[in-house]
C-alpha cells in the first residue's frame, strides 16, 4: 500500500515508521525536510516529500498535523491529491492560548474531523488513533497484552472498514465504531480526561478498557 | 452521617436509597414530593423535604438535580444550609436544544463545578460519579468486581478524603483522584464519549479500567 503521511511531529513519525515496517511504501510530507535529518538516517526506506508530494504519493492519507494547522496543511496538500482517497485524522483541536492543560478551539457541537470533511467533501474522512499517545497508536500490544480500545468514527462503512484493517496490522484487538463523524466529537472531547489521567497516572503509556 | 440528597430522579434515588440502606439518616430534597410516592412506599426510612429542608438536614450534600436546574436548585437549598458543608456534585451540564445526544452548556474552559464553587464559594465542592450511570455509582461492584475507575475532582484537600471514604462504602475500589476542581471540566467533558459508548456497547451498566 502506498500512504503519504501528514505531518512530521511524533505521531507523524510514529506512523510513518510503523507502515514501513509492515512493508507499506510510505511518504512523509512536512514544511521542514530538514528538521527531519536525523530521523531519516533511521528510517531509509520513507520518502520524504512536501504535504502536496506525500498526498499525491499516498493511496491513504494519514493527517497526522497539528490540529490548529490541519486544514491549512490538507488546503496544501490540494483536494485533487485527497479527493476519492480515505483519510485518516489523527488530530486533536488543542488550543494553547488559554495555558495549560490545553483546551479545544472546537468541540460539543462540531469537530475538527467534521470540519476537515466538511471542507473536503470528496475525501473519506475516518477519525481515529487520536485517543492514545503516538507509540501506544502503532503498537497497542505494549499496554495490556492490546487488551484496550481504540474508536473509529466516519460517514463512509467503506473506508472505515479499510481503516480497521489498518489498526488490526498495527495489533489493535478491539476497535469500536461509534457512528458517523459526528462522534468524533466525543473522542476530541476526551482528550481533556486523557490530559487529566496522563497527570494523575503519571505516564501516557496508557489507554482506557470497556468493562461490562 | 445526615445526608442531604437534592434531586429526586434515577440519581437522587440511587444515592438517597443505597445511603439508607448502609444506615445514613438520609433527608431527598424535591420541587415536587408527590412524585416520589410510590418510590418513598419501598424508602419509608428516608425522608422526603424541600430543597431546603434536604440542605438544613444534611451534614453532607449530594446535587442530583439535572445540570440545567443544578444552580437554582442549590439557591433555593439555601445558602446558609450549605456553607461550610462538603457537596458532593454529580450533576451534568447536559443541553438538549441542539437535540440528541445532548451537548452541553458549558465545557472546555469552564464547568459546572465550577460555577457551583464560585457560585457558593463557602461550600465544599467535589465533583465525583459523574461518569457512570445511577445503579454502577451506588454499586460498582456489579460490573467487573468493581474492577475499573471512578475519578474525584476538588479545591479542599479534606472534603475529597471525606468523599473517597463514602465511595469506599459504596464499593468503588479505584478512586482516582484528578486534582483541583479545573478537572471536572475533563469529567464533565467525558460524558460525550460516555453517551456515544453506551449507544455502541448497547447497555449503559458498563465504566472505564485504565490500562497501563
Redesign the interface.
Known amino acids: 500500500m502506498k500512504a503519504g503521511v501528514l505531518g512530521s511531529g511524533m505521531v507523524g513519525q510514529a506512523i510513518s515508521a510503523r507502515l514501513a515496517e509492515l512493508g507499506h511504501d510510505v511518504m512523509i510530507g512536512t514544511r521542514d525536510p530538514n528538521k527531519l535529518n536525523e530521523w531519516h538516517s533511521a528510517h531509509q526506506d520513507i520518502k520524504i516529500g512536501s504535504f502536496a508530494g506525500a498526498a499525491a504519493h499516498g493511496e491513504i492519507i494519514f493527517n497526522a498535523t497539528n490540529g490548529a494547522g490541519s486544514l491549512e496543511a490538507l488546503r496544501m496538500a490540494g483536494e485533487s491529491n485527497l479527493n476519492g482517497k480515505v483519510l485518516v485524522d489523527i488530530s486533536e483541536p488543542l488550543d494553547f492560548s488559554?495555558g495549560m492543560p490545553p483546551?479545544?478551539f472546537v468541540?460539543?457541537?462540531d469537530s475538527l474531523g467534521e470540519q476537515i470533511q466538511r471542507a473536503f467533501p470528496n475525501v473519506r474522512v475516518v477519525k481515529t488513533l487520536n485517543t492514545i499517545t503516538a507509540n501506544v497508536m502503532v503498537y497497542p500490544q505494549r499496554?495490556?497484552n492490546g487488551?484496550?480500545q481504540v474508536?473509529i468514527s466516519g460517514n463512509d462503512a467503506g473506508a472505515k472498514a479499510q481503516v480497521v484493517d489498518i489498526l488490526k496490522s498495527f495489533g489493535w484487538l478491539h476497535i469500536?465504531?461509534?457512528?458517523d463523524l459526528t462522534?468524533a466529537?466525543?473522542?476530541e472531547?476526551?482528550i481533556?480526561?486523557w490530559?487529566?489521567?496522563w497527570?494523575?497516572?503519571g505516564?501516557g503509556?496508557?489507554?482506557?478498557?470497556?468493562?461490562?
Chains 1, 2 share one sequence.
Open positions: 488559554n483546551s479545544l468541540s460539543n457541537t499496554i495490556a487488551d484496550h474508536f469500536l465504531d461509534l457512528g462522534t466529537r466525543a473522542t472531547m476526551y481533556a480526561i490530559l487529566r489521567l497527570g494523575a497516572v505516564t503509556m496508557f489507554n482506557i478498557k470497556i468493562m461490562k
